[in-house]
């Protein structure tokens, strides 16, 4: 039930841009991606229902196709502050909880 | 607001003894989550309340473990006898709805240190 992330861990070049996946083998309800820094609370960032929708925040968005049942989180231009790590939470229909994935490890180098 | 307020921040106890963390969810959230997370299993989620009622308690590993909820403002999570395998952060998060359309609003845990 737990989500499959990829990449595991990516190191940028501040500017640089990421992708990071999730993957679930359930049908899905809806997807949010939240980051975590170092000895910190996870932080949302956004969610995606079902339907194909897109979203963004600033320079961080995210698509969601729910036939492929897939998640993509996409950093621009990379700041500092993005390093963190990133987690999508599934929600499978049927379900009644968030499975969060394992997780991915961004680090933003100068 | 004040967020998700988790109490104490750190915990250090020795195997056998009785734990109890604290969580006071944001005003108005109906819904309360408890996660315990891990460098092998990640987020696990233990238990869920809606209006104080324990809906899922699924992921609850051991009967060693119990989650209260007297109040809409007040919820604890007791292992009675710990043990070293429990060390983890435990975070309390916080929700306004369910269903997977709201987001949630994590504490800054406690991180649970058996010995």
């Known amino acids: 039930q737990q989500p499959v992330q990829s990449p595991q861990a990516v190191i940028l070049r501040e500017g640089e841009d990421a992708v990071i996946n999730c993957s679930s083998s359930?049908?899905?309800?809806?997807v949010h991606w939240y980051r975590q820094k170092h000895g910190e609370a996870p932080v949302f960032l956004m969610i995606?229902?079902?339907?194909?929708e897109q979203k963004g925040h600033e320079k961080i968005s995210a698509s969601f196709n729910e036939k492929k049942q897939q998640s993509s989180l996409y950093l621009t231009a990379s700041q500092l502050s993005y390093s963190g790590t990133y987690f999508c939470g599934a929600y499978q229909t049927g379900a009644n909880n968030l499975f969060f994935g394992t997780g991915t490890r961004l680090t933003v180098i100068p | 607001d004040a967020g998700v307020i988790q109490s104490p921040r750190h915990e250090v106890t020795e195997m056998g003894q009785e734990v109890t963390l604290r969580c006071k969810p944001i005003s108005g959230h109906d819904y309360l989550f408890w996660y315990r997370q891990t460098m092998m299993r990640g987020l696990e989620l233990l238990i869920y309340f809606n209006n104080n009622v324990p809906i899922d308690d699924s992921g609850m590993p051991e009967d060693r473990f119990s989650a209260k909820m007297p109040n809409a403002s007040f919820s604890t999570l007791k292992i009675q006898p710990s043990e070293p395998r429990d060390s983890a952060v435990y975070f309390c998060?916080?929700?306004?709805?369910?269903?997977?359309?709201?987001?949630?609003?994590f504490g800054n845990g406690t991180r649970l240190t058996v010995t």
């Open positions: 359930k049908a899905l309800y809806s």
């Open positions: 995606l229902l079902k339907g194909g």
């Open positions: 998060a916080s929700s306004f709805s369910a269903g997977g359309r709201a987001p949630l609003h």
